[in-house]
């Protein structure tokens, strides 16, 4: 009898840690390689829990079962392993963790005519630093109403064409990996909204070329970039589906192309995870 006791004592306290998620977006999303988002499932509480994971807040909604979920971005250089968020709810702190496990990511090879744009001079470094000052703190942004729609619609109907996370090397010289999916459709393509959301960013960036950022509410942050064109200003709402501008080659750029960014807590995360088309 004591000893059923402490067992049961023993697995209500190991059940947070356990808890599996298993709502439409926890199927949909839950991909925890580096790169990848975790989905985290928080029970039924009352009030909506508050998540960070690395200082950074998390996002939290409720999934189709009505469990509250952290929709968790894993950042590309993380080791597979255990990974921990602080979790504060009416019922006190607490902290749970989650696995990340391994994902190979391939490399390729880009011949740049524009060797600026593979080392740029000190003036377009000191540009390109200012861009992205920028752009870093229009995605640590977090309002605190929630996304229209977590599993998002494609920003243009397309070849997918360079994956996210590829290792690329500029003229022999390896760069940042891909931190976005590129679709590959010609010129003057409308670029579409995948979700509701406020334009955060209208620029035209060395690297990027003409850029627009949206912000979907509580860290879900898009950036689309290359564009030939904008067709909206900086503080609009936007609607799922209206078009925010054309695909085009501005910045550094091969060819017309779209180049499509997604965020959640402040890291870049593969797309394709949220157009349900996400290769493990
Ligand atoms: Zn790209």
Known sequence: MRFHALLLMAASLLLPSLTCAQGYISRLLHQPVPGGVAVVGLGAAEQVPQVFYKKDRVMVVRDSDQAWIAIVGIDLKTAPGAQTLQVKSSQGDRTMDFQVQAKHYKSQHIKLKNQSH????????????????????????????????????????????SPFGLRRFFNGQERNAHSGLDFAVPAGTPVKAPADGVVTIVADYFFNGKTVFIDHGQGFITMYCHLSAFQVEQGQEVKRGQVIGLVGATGRATGPHLHWNVSLNNTRVDPAIFINAFTP
Do not use: W
Request: glycine fraction near 4%; charge should be positive; hydrophobic fraction near 25%.
């Open 118 to 161: 593979v080392t740029p001079d000190p003036a377009q470094t000191k540009r390109f630093e200012r861009e992205y000052a920028e752009q870093m703190k229009a995605y640590a942004n977090f309002r605190q109403s929630g996304p229209s729609n977590v599993s998002l619609d494609k920003p243009v109907e397309g070849r997918l064409s």
